[in-house]
Structure formats: C-alpha cells, structure tokens
C-alpha cells in the first residue's frame, strides 16, 4: 500500500492512513482527506497508466463475492473559523 499512498499524496491527498478492523482482522481501509470537492474529482484526470495497474494490483487483493465498500465522507466544520475561546487572551 505504500506505492498507493504515494499516488494519492501526489495527487493531493492528505492524511493518508491505513486501518486495519480489529473486530474483522482481515478488513482492511484506505483514509484520506482531499482539501475540495473538486480536488478528490481530480483524481481520476491525474490517473496514469501506472496508477491503473496498481489499483488493479490492490483490487485483486480484495476476498468476498461483494466488491470492495467505497464512502464518501464530507467534513462538517464544528468550530467557527475564527473561534474566540482558541485565542490568546491579552
């Protein structure tokens, strides 16, 4: 999975993370930020040839009838862009 984390950090990713089920040992998934909608739309134009036969070589790792889950999951800001309590006080 490293070559994939290097693909998805050069094409704008960040936090990548691994993670592994503790309930399901054998389930494993892939976790990452991209900044913008627009960017994580990006992916696929900035997809090489390189970058398809290594998701081939990820997807042929996958066990059960089912093919693999994919979420999409939007970020929800909880903290005001400017909150008062994270400033220092004079």
């Known amino acids: 999975m490293s070559p994939r984390r290097r693909v998805r ?28 909608w627009g960017e994580y739309g990006r992916h696929d134009e900035r997809r090489t040839n390189a970058d398809a036969e290594l998701s081939d070589q990820i997807r ?7 093919p693999p889950e994919l979420h999409r999951m939007i970020e929800r800001q909880t903290v005001p862009l400017r909150d008062d309590m994270l400033q220092k006080e004079t």
């Open 60 to 66: 042929r790792l996958h066990r059960g009838d089912a």
């Open 9 to 36: 950090i050069r094409d704008g990713a960040q936090q990548w993370t691994l993670l592994r089920d503790l309930h399901r040992p054998g389930h494993w998934s892939e976790s990452y930020h991209v900044p913008t």
